[in-house]
Each structure stands twice: as C-alpha cells, then as structure tokens.
C-alpha cells in the first residue's frame, strides 16, 4: 500500500504563482509514475500533468503548459506541481496519484492510489 498527501494549496490571486507538494509513503515511490489531477466544481476530474519514474518525460494538459511544472524528487519521496501565472480557471481540489503503468496511461486516471486533495482557489 502506498499512502499520498498532497499540501500546498491555498487561495491565491490571478497571476500568482503556487507549489503543490505530494508526499508518498513507502520505499517504493520510484516504481510509479506519478501525476496531478484536478477538479473544479460541477466538473469532471480532468488530467493536468504526468511525470515518468525517473522524471525523465513529462506530459501537460494543453491549457497549463508553460505555466505549470511537474517533478519529483524520489530521494524524498515527494512530487511537485509548480503552478505560475495562475488564472481562476485552474480553481479545483488538485490530486495526487500514482500508477504503475506508464506516464502516457496515467494521463487517462488510470491510476492505483490517489491523495485526498488539496484546494486550490484562483480569485480574480
């Protein structure tokens, strides 16, 4: 079993920038490919960004490249999504998850273990 939590969210104005962290438990957290999530309200959950094991390759939502980074440091068993030039668009519960499939699958949410959430509010 892996347990992830996510920190980091808050309220924040248009334009500013946040880190989101997701911290895994377990001495496993290099076998997975890990990605964020997020989801607005009255909308579906929807893939933001995607890291592969090695952190290697990554795979970004159109509408947050350029503005968001996903990374990870696996000697802290932790993954990152630096979020700049934050729009109240992107107001959602962000989630962690990993999968043990590829980076490319995970971007579909197929994913074996997901983080709680954490809020994140863009206001204008």
């Known amino acids: 079993q892996v347990q992830l939590v996510e920190s980091g969210g808050g309220l924040v104005q248009a334009g500013g920038s946040l880190r989101l962290s997701c911290a895994a438990s377990?001495?496993?957290?290099?076998?997975?490919?890990m990605g964020w999530f997020r989801q607005a309200p009255g909308k579906e959950r929807e893939f933001v960004a995607t890291?592969?094991?090695?952190?290697?390759?990554?795979y970004y939502r159109d509408s947050v490249k350029g503005r968001f980074t996903i990374s990870r440091d696996n000697a802290k068993n932790t993954m990152y999504l630096q979020m700049n030039s934050l729009k109240p668009e992107d107001t959602a519960v962000y989630y962690c998850a990993a999968g043990s499939h590829t980076t490319v699958v995970l971007t579909t949410g197929r994913a074996d273990y997901w983080g709680q959430g954490t809020q994140v509010t863009v206001s204008s």
């Open positions: 377990g001495r496993t957290f290099s076998s997975y490919a």
């Open positions: 890291i592969s094991r090695s952190g290697g390759s990554t």
